[in-house]
């Protein structure tokens, strides 16, 4: 099983420098797991993670072909709608670059009317991707890209909120999210805490206090700084670097 070394926190002074070393970041995790496995896995957030990502567009030795994109999480709405995580992943990078559509995958969202169903068949879709290949109890992503919102909610598990202690499923909902849209899915816990690595990219003055919280007080359980799923190491573990006056920031699972 994948033991994760300690995170490091980069923190740069020019948002610039945060989108070209994240690119980096990505294009050597695509590198390593295509010579491992002839493929990459990755699951991106939405919000303001999606323009950090438009520093691929154009860079060499991205192998798009090859690349599997699920979504960290995703809002109930069309796929065209101005909140859909897709929608803004897909402006800021996926529309730009020559990643097969059938390699994209988005919510079903036919299913709109029943979201137990539709969080079901988004973890079908999962289970085709992860189950037979890797044979493992948890998808085995090789890179997840979180996000952290201000209140400190990432993906669409929001502090304080039950979906927290799930402890079973890849994909559950919710429908009383307290940033809108309510309607949502969501990786859980396990599966974010099995991937190969996990980056959480914080950009802006806005996020500054939660950033500070989740680094400095572990013990208030902020989904970021949660560590207690039981079974897998965690790959969100306290930093034990100085918090810097973030401008924007790259936290993310080191490299071994
Ligand atoms: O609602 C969401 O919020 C978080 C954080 O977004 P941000 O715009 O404050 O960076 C995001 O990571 C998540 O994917 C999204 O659904």
Redesign the pocket.
Known sequence: MHTPSAPILYSFADPNNLVDSLARFIIKAQKESIEKKGRFTIAI?????AQQLNGLIGKPGVKWEKWQVF?????VVPLDHEDS?HRLCNDELLSKVPIPRQNIHTIDYSLADDIEELADAYEKELIREFAQKDAARFPVFDLIL?????DG????LFPGHELLSEEDRWVAYITD?P?PPPK?VTLTFPVINHAARVAFV??GP??VDIIKTVLDKPEQGLPPSRSNTPGPPSSCRRLDGRFCRLCCALWMDAWE
Do not use: F, I, M, W
């Open positions: 957030s939405g919000g303001s993670l979504y960290a999480d995703e809002r995580n979180l996000g952290v919102g201000p909610h990432t993906a669409s999210s940033k949502r914080v950009y806005s996020k």
